[in-house]
């Protein structure tokens, strides 16, 4: 499955931005997807993961309350609305999709990148202060 990640972008604190993770394959509606998320000299970390009907949907605790994610399977689409950025938010975004379908899953599994097989090329955001 080829991932697109788009809807990056520079915007102040306390902006929006809405983030898009499109697959190629219809199969997609039969993964979960996760985004991570890289800043410069950091390791990658989990954001946000939706598995494969949608209910079960797990954030990192930094973005709870913050960020949504969601998906629209006759899209092939997986967003992420990320509202009220932080400059700590800054850094390159990641969608991906799971290794194995139909898995509603856990917190450990989806913040687990070893779980995901296919990753999107990354999409820049940057929040000033």
């Known amino acids: 499955v080829q991932l697109q990640a788009s809807g990056g972008g520079l915007v102040q604190a306390g902006d929006s931005l809405r983030l898009a993770c499109t697959a190629s394959?219809?199969?997609?509606?039969?993964?979960?997807v996760g985004w991570f998320r890289q800043a410069p000299g950091k390791g990658r970390e989990f954001v946000a993961s939706?598995?494969?009907?949608?209910?079960?949907?797990y954030y990192t605790d930094s973005v709870r309350g913050r960020f949504t994610i969601s998906r629209d399977n006759g899209k092939n689409t997986v967003s992420l609305q990320m509202n009220n950025l932080k400059p700590e938010d800054t850094a390159v975004y990641y969608c991906?999709?799971?290794?194995?379908?139909?898995?509603?899953?856990?917190?450990?599994?989806?913040?687990?990148?070893?779980?995901?097989?296919?990753w999107g090329q990354g999409t820049q955001v940057t929040v000033s202060s």
């Open positions: 394959e219809r199969t997609f509606s039969n993964y979960g």
């Open positions: 939706v598995n494969w009907n949608g209910n079960r949907i």
């Open positions: 991906a999709v799971g290794r194995t379908s139909y898995v509603s899953g856990t917190f450990p599994y989806w913040s687990d990148d070893n779980n995901y097989a296919s």
